[in-house]
């Protein structure tokens, strides 16, 4: 329950306006519980109607995506662009492609965008786009030409200095390069910094694909030095997805010392107990784009269930969620806590939901939220655009290290909000506040726009 009679206003508006919105009012629920430690000692908040715009985007676009299938038939999917705050910086965020994604889901995610973006240091605002369009057994010829319907429309609302997508679920460097190409085409410009996440042969930044899986478990793993004197060293790891974030999370995971047991897609997960071999995952979701399933047929000693949910009942020390959204719920929490788990390291975008992060906190495990978590994407992300700026690129090592030092910045910055909130370690509170405080002191300077 909000005590702030100022935030319980602003919450009961936004339910009001949209109340089918439930991923949205659940992210902006969990800031706003956040600032209610700290907003009477900003009277200006209210006075300026600051958190009445931050919930409110700046524009959400919506538009027709029309293409043609392999057999000719016209297909029409719906694409958007949530365009949420650029105070601090051009609009930043990624794009999803995934049936479910609708104005709630990119509401949310361009909402968290951001207070991760605040957070990196970095001058970028915060955007999400997407669209339903389901590129899962599309041709490459099916998802080629989607993407330049997608983007025909997308080239009037994005540029350098506006907006600058990049990838989430579904869009990867495939679906980035046709972006690009049609960008290109339209424009006659070459504007590179206009996407990040390009592959390395037109401006694309060595360690942005390994980059929000490495973040993650640099910020785990400092979160673990700093708050338990432990490492990820003898450790036993869950990682949930198979996809972008959570393959690099398991590799770095690995090479800092721990075994990670299990992995899954939305149709079911893998049982390792040996430790799973990395190179048979990428070979099938990177090289074959097939199903994680096929890891028990090629790996004796490993198993496969078909349910994703099962995977947070195998027991280990730290979980890494890299799916997607309220994918571990206060149930598997229960049964992680019960099980032993000493850490959880948010990977995916909102993947506990309030339940599940209620239960970490109250049994004590330590818990790194998603916007402080996952921000070493979009923090690779800006460095993609300064190398573009620059027309310069530094080597992988250049990047990982610049990587690493903004996730221990950026553990630092919510550990210290949390301690000035006087709840030390509660580093959802400090990852919101220490986020929040910058964007609100941009908005402030620059006036009611
Ligand atoms: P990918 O498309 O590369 O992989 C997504 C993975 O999650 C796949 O294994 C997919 O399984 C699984 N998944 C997707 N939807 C569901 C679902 N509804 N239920 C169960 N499993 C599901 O995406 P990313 O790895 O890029 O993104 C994963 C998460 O990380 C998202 O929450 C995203 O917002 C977040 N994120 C991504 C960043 C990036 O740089 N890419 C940066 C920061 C956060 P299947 O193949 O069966 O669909
Ligand atoms: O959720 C995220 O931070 C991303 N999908 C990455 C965004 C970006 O602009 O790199």
Known sequence: MLKSEYLQRVYAQIVARDPDQKEFHQAVY??????????????????????????????????????????????????????????????????????????????????????????????????????????????????????????????????????????????????????????????????????????????????????????????????????????????????????????????????????????????????DPNGINLDVVKDIKQVKRGRIKEYADLVPGSTYTGDCRGIWTIPCDIALPCATQNELDGESAAILIKNGVMAVGEGANMPSTPEAVKAFQDAGVLFAPAKAANAGGVATSALEMSQNSMRYSWTFEEVDAKLHQSMVNIFHNAYDASVECECPGNLVVGANVAGFLKVASAMLAQGVI
């Open 30 to 271: 969990e800031v706003l519980e956040s600032l209610d430690l700290i907003v009477d000692k900003h009277p200006e908040y209210e006075e300026n109607g600051i958190i009445e715009s931050f919930v409110e985007p700046d524009r959400a676009i919506t538009f027709r995506v029309p293409w043609i299938d392999d057999n000719g038939k016209v297909q029409v999917n719906r694409g958007y662009r949530v365009q949420y705050n650029s105070s601090i910086g051009p609009y930043k965020g990624g794009l999803r492609f995934h049936p479910s994604v609708n104005l709630s889901i990119l509401k949310f995610l361009g909402f968290e965008q951001i207070l991760k973006n605040s957070l990196t240091g970095l001058p970028i605002g915060g955007g999400k786009g997407g669209s339903d369009f389901d590129p899962k057994g599309k041709s490459n010829a099916e998802v080629m030409r989607f993407c330049q319907s997608f983007m025909t429309e997308l080239s009037h609302h994005v540029g350098q200095f506006q907006d600058v997508p990049a990838g989430d679920i579904g869009v990867g460097a495939r679906e980035i390069g046709y972006m690009f190409g049609q960008y290109r085409r339209i424009t006659n410009r070459y504007e590179a910094g206009v996407l990040t996440g390009k592959g390395l042969a037109y401006g694309g930044s060595l360690a942005r694909p390994q980059a929000t899986g490495y973040g993650l478990c640099y910020f785990t793993q400092e979160m673990l030095k700093c708050m338990k004197n432990d490492s990820f060293e003898g450790k036993k790891v869950v990682v949930s997805g198979s996809g972008n974030v959570a393959v690099y999370a398991a590799e770095k995971a690995m090479s800092l010392g721990a075994t990670v047991i299990a992995m899954c897609d939305s149709n079911g997960y893998i049982h």
